[in-house]
């Protein structure tokens, strides 16, 4: 009899159990999913991060319109970087530790995303980089959907030098892509016989240039390549045409304004300069056309769209592919399951290469018109296999002149300004 009473007793247990199990289970398939957006809201590259938290959220917003994934709704959880990279560090930790998230989106400058990574790879979370970069880098957390060197920089320089002059003036802020980026320009001018005639640097945030064009006016270069980020853009264009240097007779060849800093920088003083990206608003697709007036119906028919915007929506959806595939939010998992992703982009078809977590793009170069968007003159016709490093200095090299920048810097990625 106590041995019947026992039985009973424990198959009642195993079944409160398995109904818990089944309830915990139940309860978290109707939690939301929830996802973090890390970009800087304030400071000096708010004139750039702002835009891309909108296409971000658009893209989120439109999944959970059809049904959110797994049957349960996105959570974005929206983080302001600040322009300072310790607070990116600190809002990733927050993300991933506190609020639970599945995933980031985020980062602009490269000072940003390298104060992140370490966490995110001793964390086993998962990081969507939006915008072109410097490369020399590989992450197996971070997801980068913006362009390497072979896909912007390298063909930029390229072009330049076959269609616009063989004399460079090299100018930037003075952080790790543009001191990288520039490094990979002087590699390429020397294949090529060009030659640099100016590199000058500008604190990130600062609008000193006055030296600056008074040695580009001196040097007189047939392009200037341009590097600067944010809002110093503003003082720069704006002191370069009040010293008379025009596009018509030396063009600016910019790789990172786009559509979005057009706006507030006023695009009569660019017209007739030039940017490299993978995307433009003028792209003439489809699926572009349908993206950008979903854009303009949500924010407004004054917004534009451009190249880390669009990339920063597009990979919301190669991360939505990956978790449906995997059934599950698990973030190992997700991961796993990202390799070989593919998504017909408002840019085009575009894929992760499986080995380095980097994305198969188009590159193209556009020049600058008087309403703030771009004609494109140039394209690779196809997409074009990511090289996170430039093959004309091994890996070991690229990583040494890396260290010596966060050397020289006090250990930051980012001229102090000391």
Known sequence: ???????????IILGIAGW??????????????????????????????KSVVDSTLMAIEEINQNGGLLGRKIEP???DGRSDWPTFAK????????????????????????????????NNHLLFYPVQYEGLEQSPNIIYTGAVPNQQIIPAVKWSFDNLGKKFFLVASDFVFPRSANAIIKDQAAALGADIVGEEYILLGSSDVKDVIQKIAETDPDVIINTLNGDSNVAFFRELRKAGINSDKTPTMSLSIA??????????????DYACWSYFESVNTEENSDFVNRFKVKYG????????????????????????????????????????QSYNAPEGLVYLDHENNHTWKTV??????????????????????????PVNRTKAEWNQFLQ???IMWDKQWENPGK
């Not at 009899?1 to 198959?11: A, D, F, G, P, S």
């Not at 809002?91 to 599945?102: F, G, P, S």
């Open 1 to 11: 009899m106590k041995r019947i009473i026992l039985i009973t007793t424990i198959v």
């Open 20 to 49: 818990l199990i089944y309830i915990l289970r139940q309860s978290k398939a109707m939690l939301p999913i929830k996802v973090g957006i890390l970009h800087s809201l304030t400071g000096t590259m708010a004139i750039s991060e």
């Open 77 to 79: 959880l929206v983080a």
């Open 91 to 122: 809002e990733a930790d927050r993300l991933i530790n506190v609020e639970k998230t599945c995933v980031v989106f985020g980062c602009w400058t490269s000072a940003s995303r390298k104060s992140v990574k370490p966490i995110f790879e001793s």
């Open 259 to 272: 559509e979005n800093e057009l706006r507030t920088l006023g695009a009569n003083d660019l017209v007739g």
């Open 301 to 340: 028919s004054d917004r534009v769209v451009d190249d880390p915007m669009e990339a920063g929506y597009f990979g919301v959806y190669l991360w939505a592919q990956a978790m449906k595939k995997a059934g599950t939010d698990n973030v190992g998992k997700i991961i796993r399951t990202l390799k070989r």
């Open 364 to 389: 193209r170069i556009g020049i600058i018109r008087r309403d703030g968007q771009f004609d494109i003159v140039w394209d690779s016709g196809k997409p074009v296999q990511p090289v996170p490093y």
């Open 404 to 406: 010596k920048l966060y």
